[in-house]
C-alpha cells in the first residue's frame, strides 16, 4: 500500500514538474503514471551502476555530476514512454531539480 501511495506522489510529483517547465510535457496524468514508474525503476536499477561507475569524476567534480546522472535517467524514461517529451539535456536537468524539490515537498506533506 505504501508504494502504490508513493507512486501516486511521485506521479503528481511528475505531471506538477511537467506543468511548471514549458521543454517538458507529458499527455495526461496515466502517462505521469508510467513516467513515475519508469523513472522508480531507472532510479533502482541503473543509477547506481553509473554511480559506481563514474565515481572518479564525481568526486572530481564534487558531486555535481550526480546531476548529469539524473538528467540521463530522465532522458531514458524519456525516450522509453512515447506521451512524455523532453526538448534538449538542459530541460532534463531542469527536470531532475525541480522533480526533487516537489516530491520532497509532497513527501514531507504527505
Known amino acids: 500500500m505504501e508504494f502504490i501511495v ?5 506521479a503528481v510529483a511528475v505531471f506538477a514538474t511537467a506543468y511548471l517547465l514549458p ?11 508510467l513516467a513515475a514508474l519508469l523513472l522508480l525503476l531507472a532510479n533502482a536499477v541503473v ?3 553509473l554511480v559506481v561507475l563514474t565515481i572518479p569524476i564525481t568526486i572530481l567534480t564534487l558531486g555535481l555530476f550526480l546531476l548529469v546522472i539524473n538528467a540521463l535517467i530522465v532522458m531514458l524514461v524519456d525516450k522509453l514512454l512515447t506521451g512524455m517529451e523532453i526538448k534538449n539535456f538542459g530541460w532534463a536537468v531542469a527536470f531532475s531539480v525541480v522533480l526533487s524539490i516537489i516530491s520532497s515537498v509532497l513527501n514531507w506533506i504527505f
Open 47 to 49: 543509477k547506481p551502476i
Open 6 to 10: 508513493s507512486t501516486l506522489i511521485y
Open 23 to 33: 521543454g517538458v510535457k507529458v499527455n495526461n496524468f496515466g502517462t505521469a503514471i
